[in-house]
């Protein structure tokens, strides 16, 4: 599902006027918990939450049903992410394959040429051997030559020719064991493509089928309710944020690095560009395609997806957190933002949104990482000038944003 078409399907019910008709009762989930202060709070479930009601007695929904409804939300777009990252994952590591299968081919194709002419050498000096098999011995030769310097001369040629024709044989063999291998190792990397392209077909499935969930919810609200989820979000945002500036642990100001800002500015730059589950620009992003762009940008490779970045990158604490860094989210690690410093950071929050500035608590926090650990804070720095309505817009994603 494209951000394009979800963001469609919410201009739809924005503009409904009339609430949509009762449904029948359906088991509820319960609210998903907000994050408690610092990192490892509190995540909201990656489990398959139930239907929510759609049963009203009036226009308006109770406040327990909104709940209900931001709840569901919030799980179909993490499991969406989810899965989204597992496309990336496989989509990177299908890239790397096929290299692998394009370079096992070519070292295939010039060792069997090579193979071809080790054949024909060793032709060559088997019919040698054979038009010469009646000639006298070497000592014979020197023993009845006229010219002893010649025919020593001529065995030492033929000593030589031994040696080629020995080391031909040696090669010969050396590159038939490195074709076989070679041929074997093509045909596992070519079935590993194929098992990998199923897998990544399943993730794009799984993705599509949690995007339409969330364009049916989307369809069945009216505007009191998405004013309410809208209102319902801020309010569980805002208290998360409030909670964690409490704990001190984000107090002091801090420089990134240089690449740590030259990061941050190309993610500022790319402000109200659209989220697209897959992306990773220039047009649109997703959330780890937008941190490892940045990051690329500013001269350092790091994993593509967000799941890889917090494995491997270097873990850093919320009270030593600086400009540039990435904050995970959620307990498989399966959102990331890059951090602007006093509290926000930048990201590509969710389909139907648009790459924007949000609360570090928009999202229950994993903890930190950070892409140039031996890197020195600059010692002064001008954080990246911000186009207006840089936090406008839903950090759920699921309005007009």
């Known amino acids: 599902m494209s951000g394009k078409l979800l963001r469609a399907v919410c201009a739809v019910a924005l503009a409904a006027a009339l609430p949509v008709a009762p449904a029948a009762a359906a088991p509820t989930p319960e609210p998903e918990p907000r994050p408690e202060a610092g990192p490892a709070s509190g995540p909201e479930a990656g489990s398959e939450a139930g239907s929510e009601s759609s049963s009203?007695?009036?226009?308006?929904?109770?406040?327990?049903?909104?709940?209900?409804?931001?709840?569901?939300?919030?799980?179909?777009?993490?499991?969406?992410?989810?899965?989204?990252?597992?496309?990336?994952?496989?989509?990177?590591?299908?890239?790397?394959?096929?290299?692998?299968?394009?370079?096992?081919?070519?070292?295939l194709v010039k060792t069997r040429d090579a193979l071809a002419r080790g054949r024909a050498d060793?032709?060559?000096?088997?019919?040698?051997?054979?038009?010469?098999?009646?000639?006298?011995?070497?000592?014979?030769?020197?023993?009845?030559?006229?010219?002893?310097?010649?025919?020593?001369?001529?065995?030492?040629?033929?000593?030589?020719?031994?040696?080629?024709?020995?080391?031909?044989?040696?090669?010969?063999?050396?590159?038939?064991?490195?074709?076989?291998?070679?041929?074997?190792?093509?045909?596992?990397?070519?079935?590993?493509?194929?098992?990998?392209?199923?897998?990544?077909?399943?993730?794009?499935?799984?993705?599509?089928?949690?995007?339409?969930?969330?364009?049916?919810?989307?369809?069945s609200l009216s505007t009191e309710e998405v004013e309410e989820l809208a209102d319902l979000e801020e309010t569980q945002t805002a208290d998360a944020q409030r909670e964690l500036l409490a704990t001190g642990e984000l107090a002091g100001a801090r420089t990134p690095s240089e690449p740590g800002g030259q990061a941050l500015?190309?993610?500022?730059?790319?402000?109200?560009?659209?989220?697209?589950?897959?992306?990773?620009?220039?047009?649109?992003?997703?959330?780890?395609?937008?941190?490892?762009?940045?990051?690329?940008?500013?001269?350092?490779?790091?994993?593509?997806?967000?799941?890889?970045?917090?494995?491997?990158?270097?873990?850093?604490?919320?009270?030593?957190?600086?400009?540039?860094?990435?904050?995970?989210?959620?307990?498989?690690?399966?959102?990331?933002?890059?951090?602007?410093?006093?509290?926000?950071?930048?990201?590509a929050p969710r389909p139907g949104a648009r790459v924007k500035v949000s609360p570090i608590a928009a999202n229950p926090l994993l903890g930190a990482v950070r892409p140039d650990p031996a890197a020195r804070p600059l010692r002064s720095y001008t954080p990246p000038e911000l186009p207006t309505g840089a936090a406008a817009g839903s950090d759920e994603g699921y309005d007009e944003g």
Not at 66 to 81: D, I, K, N, P
């Open 56 to 107: 009203r007695s009036g226009p308006e929904s109770s406040p327990a049903s909104v709940s209900q409804m931001l709840g569901r939300l919030r799980t179909l777009y993490q499991q969406a992410e989810e899965a989204t990252e597992t496309y990336n994952a496989t989509e990177e590591e299908l890239k790397a394959l096929t290299a692998e299968t394009r370079k096992l081919t070519g070292d």
């Open 265 to 347: 500015q190309y993610a500022a730059e790319q402000i109200g560009k659209p989220y697209v589950w897959g992306a990773e620009g220039p047009e649109s992003f997703d959330c780890s395609g937008l941190t490892s762009r940045a990051w690329e940008k500013a001269g350092r490779s790091i994993p593509r997806t967000s799941q890889e970045q917090w494995r491997t990158l270097p873990k850093v604490p919320l009270r030593a957190l600086r400009p540039g860094d990435l904050v995970v989210y959620f307990p498989k690690a399966t959102h990331v933002a890059i951090y602007l410093g006093n509290g926000l950071v930048i990201q």
């Open 122 to 219: 060793a032709g060559r000096l088997a019919r040698a051997q054979y038009q010469g098999r009646t000639e006298f011995s070497a000592a014979l030769q020197l023993l009845l030559a006229r010219d002893p310097d010649h025919a020593l001369a001529q065995n030492h040629v033929m000593r030589r020719a031994a040696r080629e024709q020995a080391a031909t044989v040696a090669r010969l063999e050396k590159g038939e064991k490195r074709a076989d291998q070679l041929a074997t190792a093509s045909r596992k990397a070519l079935d590993r493509e194929q098992t990998l392209a199923e897998r990544q077909k399943e993730a794009r499935d799984a993705v599509t089928a949690k995007l339409r969930e969330v364009e049916e919810t989307l369809a």
